[in-house]
């Protein structure tokens, strides 16, 4: 068999940005979860590649600064990797000791790596066992809505995380597209036309900040 045989076979497919999220049951830091627990929230699911590790425990610090945000905008938090939860609960416990930071979501033992290879977080060519920087966000609906991946060496950009969580839910909400580092209380895009009258129409539009027929902005 050749090599490329082989690689066909042991390819994963991945989740992509519409789909169903994958669904799960595992054991965390805060006991058993399931990804139908979270129906009716939306959930970033985020993986990191190992505990007590430098960057990792600085992600899990930036991922608690902004849990509180999140949580207003009905957004939860849960991490996974694939060391054991009595690795993930002394890891958590020594974060509040040396930073005084309290970790309140819960983490994945995913030791089985059952949940990373249902959503491809483990990239063989930078890692055979760790699990990537992956973040996915997962709708109130349970659909994908957002697939970010960092490599090992590079931490997130929670900010941007946040960000991005705000504008998926301004689009869901009010049925409008976002423009580059759109941020809340910027213009958003008014959909383009779909018709040659449209067109014609929004260049008329006086309710509306009109750079030509298809870029336009408006306040909400």
């Known amino acids: ?83 054991s939860v009595q690795s993930h609960i002394a890891w958590v416990r020594n974060i509040e000791e040396k930073s005084g930071v309290r970790i309140e979501y819960p983490i994945i033992a995913d030791s089985s790596r059952q949940v990373a290879t249902q959503y491809g977080m483990i990239h063989p060519n930078e890692s055979q066992t760790e699990t990537n920087r992956a973040v996915f966000v997962i709708d109130d609906q349970q659909k994908i809505r957002a697939i970010i991946y960092y490599p090992l060496t590079t ?23 976002t423009p580059a580092d759109w941020t809340p209380g910027d213009q958003v895009v008014v959909p383009p036309p779909k018709t040659q009258q449209e067109a014609e ?16 902005k408006k306040n909400l």
């Open 1 to 83: 068999m050749s090599q490329v045989d082989t690689q066909a076979q042991t390819a994963v497919s991945l989740p992509r940005i519409g789909d169903d999220a994958p669904q799960f049951e595992v054991n965390t830091t805060q006991g058993p979860v399931s990804l139908s627990d979270y129906k009716g929230k939306w959930l970033l699911l985020f993986s990191h590649p190992a505990d007590f590790t430098p960057v990792c425990t600085t992600e899990l610090i930036g991922f608690q600064n902004i849990y509180p945000r999140l949580k207003e905008k009905n957004t939860e938090l849960l991490g996974l990797s694939v060391d």
């Open 155 to 177: 931490g997130r950009n929670l900010d941007e995380i946040e960000r991005l969580v705000t504008a998926l839910q301004t689009t869901t909400n009010e049925q409008v597209p």
């Open 201 to 216: 129409e929004r260049l008329k539009d006086e309710s509306i900040d009109i750079t030509d027929w298809y870029l336009s």
